[in-house]
């Protein structure tokens, strides 16, 4: 708004249609005859518009409010915003934010959670043991410090005075009796059953009481439990956008509703919603960030059919060609686990997943693998479907394309789609064929030579099988899987295209020889006033 009164958009006389205003200073709702300094009236630039001059003041009565804008009109800045139609382009997998008062705030996808809040609970379960059985054992040394000092009086009563104790009395004094038979041989069943009766209702006060006293320590040391917050994130665009998914937006939703998580965990991709009252958040990496609140209401309309759709990449050829670039830097593929890294130096493990043709790409996993809760789908051999990989372009100073693992991306080795299913039985077949029993071995050597960067020829010793593994020059890396390798040998006559730019330079720059010798300069020898000292200038 400042920005639209420096350029002079809105000055004095402006007439303005304002919705979703906010007064401040208020609690309650006060006259405007009673307007006082400390009443203000907060007003956002995304839900303020000018109208015409001729426009009538006051409260105004219309069914389009509260105003419709389009996505790319959004400032980012601007505060709440009225009301959006927009196309979900993308659905993100559900995360847990969870909230800690010692550290830093954190973001875990459905898997990472449940296995946190299984940790969570195994932790406070042998917390719970320790607590209670510490609270037995000092409510049972405190029963027997009373017992000792009673029992000296009851050593002292005679067997002709049983008669005149009480119930608690005759309680405690058959406990603390050598011989408790004895006594209760003079006792009638009356008494006897009294006695039971008693018991069960101190059993039953002594468990009340190590409940409570366990729950309080429990309670005490438990207090700040964790506060975990589930987010859907949803990626928007306006409806001229949605076939290119330009100018998309990032659509926040905090612990939806019931009824919004039921359409949401459905399909909802390319579906039309209208939104009402969401906030912005500014933009986080070059992207719009928009959230949902509390008071945001949802409108989910119909399909539409014409939409920017993933693409399931089942080859990866394009991606090492460098020419490939996904929409929105996310990448979804089917391919086969060739190995797991774990890197202790960057603490980080690297997936390596390879196509049908042996072209081999690798994920990067920030910290622990098992963190994120697909350690059991990573084995060498297994067919993955990955969706959501963040993918920045191959580099070609790289060995191998790399791929990041994100809180939005996820791995599944039963996957539900039927075009992607039919992707599987593919590679299923692919690798139940018989010449293909050495797939992954052949994939593992190719790693370890384009790895170690070792020009030279590395054969397959299997007589059964119909393909040579592929040597570690640059054609080789390209070669499709079953294509027979060439010897490649390093010769003294090697080409000038075969050296590197760095080897170029320095051939060039040898061509050039030495440089010739510098020639004297003669010069005429220096004034001898220049040459004496400096002298201070006497005062006047």
């Not at 506060?227 to 937006?249: C, H, N, Q, W």
Request: aromatic share 10%; charged share 25%.
């Amino acid at each position: 708004m400042n920005v639209l009164l420096h350029k002079g958009i809105v000055k004095v006389g402006t007439k303005l249609m304002i919705c979703n205003a906010e007064l401040i200073g208020a609690r309650e709702g006060i006259d405007p005859l009673d307007v006082h300094d400390g009443i203000k009236l907060k007003i956002s630039t995304n839900s303020t518009r000018r109208v015409r001059w001729y426009t009538k003041l006051g409260f105004y009565k219309n069914a389009s409010l509260p105003i419709p804008i389009t996505l790319e009109s959004v400032l980012p800045r601007g505060g709440i915003i009225g009301s959006l139609s927009l196309i979900i382009l993308r659905k993100y997998p559900m995360m847990y934010f969870e909230r800690r008062t010692n550290s830093k705030s954190i973001l875990r996808n459905e898997k990472a959670e449940a296995i946190e809040a299984e940790k969570y609970e195994v932790s406070k379960q042998k917390s719970l043991e320790i607590i209670s059985n510490k609270v037995e054992t000092e409510m049972i040394s405190e029963m027997a410090s009373t017992n000792k000092k009673s029992k000296k009086c009851f050593l002292r009563i005679k067997k002709e005075n049983v008669d005149e104790l009480s119930i608690e009395e005759l309680s405690n004094l058959i406990e603390n009796s050598i011989d408790p038979i004895e006594i209760q041989s003079l006792l009638s069943q009356e008494k006897l059953d009294a006695i039971n009766n008693f018991k069960k209702s101190e059993q039953e006060r002594f468990y009340n009481e190590l409940q409570k006293r366990v729950n309080k320590i429990f309670n005490d040391q438990f207090k700040n439990d964790r506060k975990v917050i589930p987010l859907f994130k949803l990626r928007v665009v306006d409806e001229k956008y949605a076939s290119t998914g330009l100018k998309s937006a990032i659509l926040s939703i905090w612990n939806p509703s019931e009824d919004v998580s039921t359409i949401l965990n459905k399909s909802c991709e390319g579906q039309y919603c209208k939104f009402y009252h969401l906030t912005t958040n500014g933009f986080k990496n070059g992207e719009l960030q928009i959230s949902a609140n509390k008071n945001t209401r949802f409108n989910f309309q119909g399909f539409k059919s014409e939409y920017a759709k993933r693409e399931v990449q089942k080859s990866f050829k394009n991606i090492w060609l460098g020419t490939y670039l996904p929409l929105f830097g996310e990448l979804d593929f089917v391919g086969i686990v060739i190995s797991n890294i774990n890197k202790n130096i960057n603490f980080c493990n690297e997936i390596y997943i390879s196509d049908k043709e042996m072209n081999i790409i690798s994920i990067l996993f920030q910290g622990d693998i098992k963190e994120y809760g697909c350690d059991d789908l990573m084995s060498p051999g297994s067919i993955i479907f990955a969706t959501n990989i963040q993918f920045k372009g191959f580099n070609p100073k790289s060995s191998i394309p790399k791929l990041y693992n994100t809180e939005q991306s996820s791995f599944t080795t039963i996957p539900k789609a039927e075009h992607i299913l039919k992707i599987f039985n593919d590679y299923k077949i692919f690798m139940k064929k018989s010449e293909n029993q050495d797939f992954i071995k052949c994939c593992q050597n190719k790693l370890n030579d384009i790895s170690n960067k070792n020009i030279e020829v590395t054969k397959i010793c299997n007589k059964d099988s119909k393909y040579q593994c592929l040597n570690t020059s640059k054609n080789a890396f390209n070669r499709s899987y079953g294509e027979l390798s060439t010897t490649i040998m390093k010769t003294s006559n090697t080409s000038q295209s075969e050296y590197s730019p760095a080897q170029k330079r320095i051939k060039m720059l040898n061509n050039y020889g030495r440089p010739p010798p510098l020639t004297i300069v003669h010069t005429k020898p220096p004034d001898k006033k220049l040459m004496s000292q400096f002298k201070t200038p006497t005062r006047l």
